[in-house]
């Protein structure tokens, strides 16, 4: 699976993992993706959204929104594999 690590001297260190899944849905034309963070201690969802690509800046949105809404992660470090 791929991983990111966030971590600051002022801040924990929050450990999450990136999931992409792809979905083929019969009555819409293309795939579908679902692009989750979470947490890895918790499984907690730090963010997740529904995507016709997997491109970077899909990614991108994502971890963007887990930053936002976890204000301790001060940096993120992230490995992807796309879906197969």
Same mark, same amino acid.
């Given at each position: =699976?791929? $991983?990111? &690590?966030?971590?600051? &001297?002022?801040? @924990? $260190?929050? +450990?999450? +993992?990136?999931?992409?899944e792809?979905?083929?849905?019969?009555?819409? +034309?293309?795939?579908?993706? %679902?692009?989750?963070? =979470?947490?890895?201690?918790? !499984?907690? %969802?730090?963010? $997740?959204?529904?995507? &016709?690509? &997997?491109?970077?800046? !899909? %990614?991108?949105?994502? #971890?963007? *929104?887990? %930053?936002?809404?976890? +204000?301790?992660m @001060? *940096?993120?470090? $992230?490995? #992807?594999?796309?879906?197969?």
């Amino acid at each position: =699976m791929p $991983s990111c &690590q966030a971590a600051s &001297q002022n801040a @924990r $260190s929050v +450990k999450c +993992k990136i999931y992409i899944e792809k979905y083929l849905i019969p009555e819409i +034309k293309g795939s579908f993706y %679902v692009i989750t963070v =979470m947490d890895a201690f918790s !499984r907690a %969802v730090l963010s $997740s959204g529904i995507f &016709q690509g &997997q491109d970077l800046a !899909r %990614v991108l949105i994502i #971890l963007y *929104a887990s %930053v936002e809404r976890n +204000k301790e992660m @001060r *940096a993120v470090l $992230s490995f #992807l594999r796309p879906a197969s």
